[in-house]
């Protein structure tokens, strides 16, 4: 026990995953000892009497012998009435932890207080960054009201050079607290009633530790994900709400949500091929036109008060603001003339989804819910008996746990 006792002094992180390691230890030492103190000396007696009473059988009838015989007679009967006793009560405790075993849940880990709530806050793609800005400050403000929580630290999109790239309506929210005069289960609660209020936004409330663990066992930041994979997206998206709407009256379900899928009007623009061949402009050439033009190109770069910056080459943005524009962009053809690009290309409007998830080249979309006061084997088993029940899925659709 003592060497486990400096676990017991570890702050932060380390404490928080380690500290349950040393309760575990010290509580399986302590049953040892029990066993050790009661059950393993009675063994050790009853077998001593038995080797006594064979070697008093065939020692002489001495008065030693006698009243040895006489003593461990009485100790004998004193040790199998104690082992009935305890044999009697062992196997009733072993048949009642049998049945317990079988009445208990599963979890991959053990829940456990890391003191602090990892919050993450999505609305619609498309959202300005002012807009998201605003809702993210009102859960600021939200989580503030709540007595255990004494700071917040918010970030909201992340970089797309980033490991974890996210769009800016996109918030993660890390909030310490301590508990005080209630459980963590009851701020919790609380927690989700007022992030609740906020209007057109999912909320997923996690902690540091276990939501990274989440995150690397199936991709996204919830104890459940319900993958489901095809071809056509919209149809994904609507089957997932589906989905939602069968499973959302389940006791333990918590955070419920689809994963945010919505068309966004776009312009797509096709080469005439007949056409590009009649002025003599490969498609290679083609290509680097549009991409110079509309996404612009780095060139070389300029320094400026010790800093550089990249030179990038492209069509003002007033001069490609609108279709009619773009479609009117001058491209050089191979004798030296300017051609309006609608001569060499199809330039027309529209709709496209914001994002496209795939796995093992399969496009995806993820249904992901939290498990709130009960275990995660049995809400997923009330999960996949709903989900088979009212859900009938097309051909070359499926789904993943």
Not at 246 to 253: E, N, R, S, V
Not at 289 to 312: H, I, M, P, R, W
Not at 342 to 353: H, Q, T
Not at 358 to 378: C, G, P, Q
Request: net charge negative; with cysteine.
């Amino acid at each position: 026990v003592v060497s486990f006792v400096p676990l017991f002094f570890l702050t932060g992180m380390e404490g928080r995953m380690l500290v349950p390691l040393g309760i575990a230890f010290i509580v399986a030492l302590a049953a040892s000892t029990v066993v050790a103190l009661t059950v393993t000396p009675v063994l050790c007696s009853y077998l001593l009497g038995k080797d006594k009473k064979k070697e008093e059988r065939e020692s002489s009838d001495s008065y030693v012998a006698r009243k040895m015989k006489q003593w461990y007679g009485a100790a004998l009967a004193f040790v199998l009435g104690h082992k009935k006793i305890v044999l009697g009560s062992t196997i009733g405790l072993f048949v009642v932890a049998l049945a317990c075993f079988f009445t208990l849940g599963r979890s991959f880990l053990p829940p456990f207080n890391e003191g602090s709530f990892t919050i993450n806050i999505s609305s619609l793609p498309g959202i300005s960054l002012e807009e998201s800005d605003k809702m993210g400050h009102r859960a600021e403000e939200l989580l503030l009201s709540i007595p255990e929580i004494q700071t917040v630290a918010r970030k909201t999109g992340r970089a797309e050079l980033d490991e974890h790239a996210l769009g800016v309506n996109v918030s993660e929210i890390e909030a310490p607290f301590e508990l005080k005069d209630r459980s963590r289960s009851e701020m919790v609660a609380e927690v989700r009633e007022k992030l609740g209020t906020i209007v057109g936004a999912n909320i997923e409330i996690g902690q540091p530790i276990s939501h990274r663990i989440d995150a690397m066992l199936s991709g996204t930041k919830a104890n459940i994900a319900i993958k489901l994979f095809g071809d056509d997206l919209n149809r994904m998206f609507t089957l997932g709400n589906e989905i939602k709407g069968a499973i959302q009256d389940i006791p333990g379900i918590a955070d419920l949500n689809v994963e945010q899928q919505i068309e966004r009007p776009q312009l797509i623009i096709s080469p005439k091929r007949e056409m590009l061949a009649k002025f003599g402009i490969s498609l290679p050439e083609f290509s680097e036109f549009v991409n110079v033009c509309l996404a612009g190109e780095t060139v070389s770069q300029v320094y400026e008060k010790g800093k550089s910056f990249d030179l990038t080459v492209r069509v003002r943005d007033d001069l490609r603001d609108e279709m009619e524009k773009i479609r009117n962009l001058m491209i050089d053809t191979s004798d030296g003339q300017k051609i309006p690009l609608n001569y060499i290309a199809e330039v027309r409007s529209a709709m496209g989804p914001n994002t496209i998830s795939r796995e093992n080249v399969k496009r995806k979309i993820v249904i992901s819910t939290n498990v709130a006061d009960r275990d995660l084997r049995s809400v997923v088993n009330d999960i996949q008996t709903r989900v088979d029940k009212d859900i009938k899925l097309p051909e070359g659709y499926h789904l993943e746990y």
